[in-house]
């Protein structure tokens, strides 16, 4: 399918797939090589994800690792998102920016402060006020579910994109939510699984970069873990993902590129 995004007026086209580099402005997220806490490491990141061919820049700054004793609070989220955006509206970046949060309030001060492109939230929009601000903003939504099966997705994603759809929102990409509320047989089977997603008629979104479904089977870590990753976002790429999100920018957009000439 020739999905497009519109990012404030301009159509993203994803008839091929595109990368979403991942920047977590947090300490606790669970693979180390992905955070950023000073304005140098900031910048630095935001140049690495542009130059190695991401074409979307997502930002987090509460750690979603059910491990962790003490979630980031929303004073503290929004605050290292206010210093993250700053700095990359100073460097004049013009990557289109997701905003990894699912806090209605986070995500308001994001998009009306700084313009963001996309709200990337992993709660199904769990809170009654995220789905009417992203539908007035006009603000493109990643919908996550943390569904086990298939067949439970795809009835939460009929239900919730039917809720999104009557408050006028227009562009929706559905992301299964590997690693959340699933066992590891459960991911891969939904991995295998990932092309039925077709019937929603909306774009797919594959998460799946360093995640415990892959360093927990291969007996590794996710320091060990980019190999795995780039074949199972090679699978995710022959089963319809329209983007994948990943931490390795390079990797991720030297798969879709030989992917591309497969398809060709």
Known sequence: MEYTINIKGRLMSLAEPQVMGIMNVTPNSFYAGSRVQTEEAIRSRVEQVKREGATIIDVGACSTNPFLE?????????????????????????????????????AQMCIEKYGVDIINDISTGEDPAMFPLVAKTGTPYILMSQKATLRDILIEFAAKVQQLRDLGQKDIILDPGFGFGKTMEQNFELLDQTDRFSVMDLPVLVGISR????????????????NGTTVLNTMALMRGASILRVHDVKEAVQAVELYKRLKK
Not at 81 to 105: C, E, Y
Not at 212 to 226: F, P
Request: hydrophobic content about 40%; aromatic content about 4%.
């Open 211 to 226: 995640k415990r479904m892959i360093y927990q089977t291969l007996g590794i870590t996710a320091d060990e873990s980019l």
């Open 70 to 106: 003490r979630l980031t609070t929303e004073d503290e989220e929004m605050g290292q998102l206010d210093m993250a955006l700053a700095i990359m509206r100073d460097m004049g970046n013009d990557l289109p920016v997701s905003i990894d949060t699912f806090r209605p309030k986070v």
